[in-house]
């Protein structure tokens, strides 16, 4: 990640949270570094009450009861940051690497720090040829519509604790876009044994910091982001797609300069289309 990069997605909007209305402290593009002076910055705090107390999540406070080890591999939770070795303020907590969001806490996010997830990008060729125009072969990718915001996005999730990423990237896929876990017994199986193959081969095209709408100053999502390609059209590409879990929508989406996904899935997309030479 450039050394200029800002973050645009998690500044200056209401925090999407459905159950509270939170308006962020305006933060201008010269003041997002945290190397630039702000003496009068002083954002709200918050922390949905969605996460408070959850099995899954850390506790509210951070104080002498709750005292992680940051920039490490705490137990089976990964409190590294794929993009730098964070600061800890002592009032505050971890330290949000990109710069200023206008809020503090820790938002809708489970973990202080990085809260790591998977992004698999499922690609095919769109049958009927190449474009008019570029005269490249179009790709499509499998894109499924979230619940929270009805923005389409690359299907993916977090993380769980102690688990590989290659196994959360075929996990979430199959919740998210083959419902698998309304499917039989029978099904199951076979879709498993079918995904183990597809899954064993993938290309990560990136890995590090996701400009979220979730992201805090205390708090941000960081993903892997891994292309798996059906060449022939003929494993994942001859699947019926369903959406579950935390998508309302599922399809294969063909790929152009008029994408507009969650969070920073479209850069992860377009680095796909430049590796795969295809239209954009």
Same mark, same amino acid.
């Given at each position: 990640?450039?050394?200029?990069?800002?973050?645009?997605?998690?500044?200056? &909007?209401?925090?999407?949270?459905?159950?509270?209305?939170?308006?962020?402290?305006?933060?201008?593009?010269?003041?997002?570094?945290?190397?630039?002076?702000?003496?009068?910055?002083?954002?709200?705090?918050?922390?949905?009450?969605?996460?408070?107390?959850?099995?899954?999540?850390?506790?509210?406070?951070?104080? @002498?009861?709750?005292?992680?080890?940051? #920039?490490?591999?705490?137990?089976?939770?990964?409190? =590294?940051?794929?993009?730098?070795?964070?600061?800890?303020?002592?009032?505050?907590?971890?330290? #949000? $690497?990109?710069?200023?969001?206008?809020?503090?806490?820790?938002?809708? %996010?489970?973990?202080?720090? $990085? #809260?790591?997830?998977?992004?698999?990008?499922?690609?095919?060729?769109?049958?009927?040829?190449?474009?008019?125009?570029?005269?490249?072969?179009?790709?499509?990718?499998?894109?499924?519509?979230?619940?929270?915001?009805?923005?389409?996005?690359?299907?993916?999730?977090?993380?769980?604790?102690?688990?590989?990423?290659?196994?959360?990237?075929?996990?979430?896929?199959?919740?998210?876009?083959? &419902?698998?876990? &309304?499917?039989?017994?029978? @099904?199951?199986?076979? %879709? @498993?044994?079918?995904?183990?193959?597809?899954?064993?081969?993938?290309? =990560?095209?990136?890995?590090?910091?996701?400009?979220?709408?979730?992201?805090?100053? #205390?708090?941000?999502? @960081?993903?892997?982001?891994?292309?798996?390609?059906?060449?022939?059209?003929?494993?994942?590409?001859?699947?019926?797609?369903?959406?579950?879990?935390?998508?309302?929508?599922?399809?294969?989406?063909?790929?152009?300069?008029?994408? &507009?996904?969650?969070?920073?899935?479209?850069?992860?997309?377009? =680095?796909?289309?430049?590796?795969?030479?295809?239209?954009?």
């Amino acid at each position: 990640m450039s050394a200029a990069f800002i973050h645009f997605k998690c500044r200056n &909007n209401l925090y999407p949270d459905r159950m509270k209305e939170v308006q962020r402290l305006y933060v201008p593009d010269d003041k997002v570094k945290w190397e630039i002076e702000w003496p009068m910055y002083d954002p709200p705090a918050y922390t949905s009450q969605s996460v408070i107390g959850k099995e899954w999540a850390d506790p509210d406070l951070i104080d @002498e009861h709750f005292q992680p080890q940051w #920039n490490s591999v705490d137990g089976c939770i990964n409190r =590294t940051s794929y993009t730098a070795v964070y600061s800890i303020d002592i009032d505050s907590g971890p330290v #949000n $690497p990109i710069g200023r969001t206008g809020l503090k806490g820790r938002g809708l %996010l489970g973990k202080w720090g $990085p #809260n790591h997830a998977a992004d698999p990008i499922v690609t095919r060729w769109k049958q009927g040829g190449s474009h008019k125009l570029s005269k490249k072969p179009i790709l499509q990718f499998v894109a499924i519509k979230r619940r929270d915001g009805g923005e389409w996005a690359i299907p993916g999730g977090m993380v769980d604790c102690g688990e590989a990423v290659t196994e959360s990237l075929k996990r979430e896929f199959m919740e998210e876009t083959l &419902n698998i876990m &309304n499917k039989s017994e029978d @099904e199951k199986v076979e %879709l @498993e044994q079918l995904l183990k193959r597809f899954f064993s081969h993938g290309d =990560t095209v990136y890995r590090g910091y996701v400009d979220d709408p979730r992201n805090t100053d #205390n708090a941000w999502m @960081e993903t892997t982001a891994v292309h798996f390609h059906d060449e022939d059209n003929e494993s994942v590409g001859a699947l019926p797609l369903e959406a579950g879990d935390d998508a309302v929508g599922v399809r294969w989406m063909d790929i152009d300069e008029s994408l &507009n996904l969650y969070a920073s899935h479209t850069s992860f997309i377009k =680095t796909v289309v430049d590796k795969m030479k295809a239209h954009w």
